[in-house]
């Protein structure tokens, strides 16, 4: 654990989730993967292919680039986006959408959250009030850790998404303290970090990338701590 700045009286702990909190290497990918086989079985969407859905989805956040904000609303408007240019009857628009919206949010569930995270907020949860900040969609009582935490915030659903001040602020009210006593703990320089601090949060950077943080391309201001491993949060109690 390397300590930058001086910390203030520690009150809460608001926690990123992927890549924080678990492994998301590939989850997306293999969920995104098996939303286009579930495209795929419909005759105007036979040939449709990953990158193509790829491109489709960055013409559709240029077209409306606040749509980044929700990734669930971004997901429907492309698949809606590529149905709109199909043969397909509008009327059919709803079905298919949710039906490669639900397979993506199976396949985006299927992950395993180590013992040693479940156990560090066991000790933590009994200690301090614990909420959960993702610019993401999972939904962390699909993953067992519903139990840990007060409340989770969403990027769009609550707000703009992290580093946005909105859905910082929300955390601040739900949780009754002042933002200089919560810390946010992320494995993201610019959402998570720079995030926590513009908005009065302490900062946790949790290093996953082996690199000196100094070295790193989105390092524009240090956190207050910086750990390797999730484990080393004991060390606050």
Request: glycine fraction near 4%.
């Amino acid at each position: 654990m390397h300590v930058y700045r001086s910390i203030h009286r520690i009150e809460a702990f608001t926690f990123d989730l992927d890549d924080t909190l678990y492994d998301n290497s590939m989850i997306v990918e293999k969920a995104e993967e098996e939303m286009i086989k579930t495209l795929q079985c419909y005759d105007q969407l036979r040939m449709l292919t990953i990158s193509e859905y790829s491109a489709e989805k960055h013409a559709v956040l240029v077209s409306n680039p606040d749509i980044y904000h929700d990734v669930n609303v971004w997901r429907v408007q492309t698949i809606k986006s590529l149905l709109s240019r199909t043969n397909m009857p509008v009327t059919k628009f709803a079905d298919v959408i949710d039906e490669a919206v639900t397979c993506f949010n199976f396949w985006r569930h299927k992950m395993d959250v180590p013992e040693s995270t479940h156990m560090l907020l066991t000790k933590l949860a009994a200690k301090y009030p614990l909420a959960v900040i993702t610019n993401g969609n999972v939904d962390i009582n699909q993953i067992g850790l519903g139990d840990y935490f007060q409340f989770s915030l969403r990027g769009g659903e609550h707000g703009r998404s992290k580093p946005f001040p909105e859905i910082f602020e929300l955390a601040c009210d739900k949780l009754a303290i002042p933002s200089h006593h919560i810390l946010h703990v992320g494995d993201n320089l610019l959402t998570d970090v720079n995030g926590a601090i513009n908005n009065g949060f302490l900062a946790c950077f949790i290093n996953i990338y082996n690199r000196d943080i100094l070295h790193l391309d989105d390092a524009r201001c240090l956190p207050h701590i910086e750990i390797t491993q999730l484990s080393e949060l004991e060390n606050l109690l």
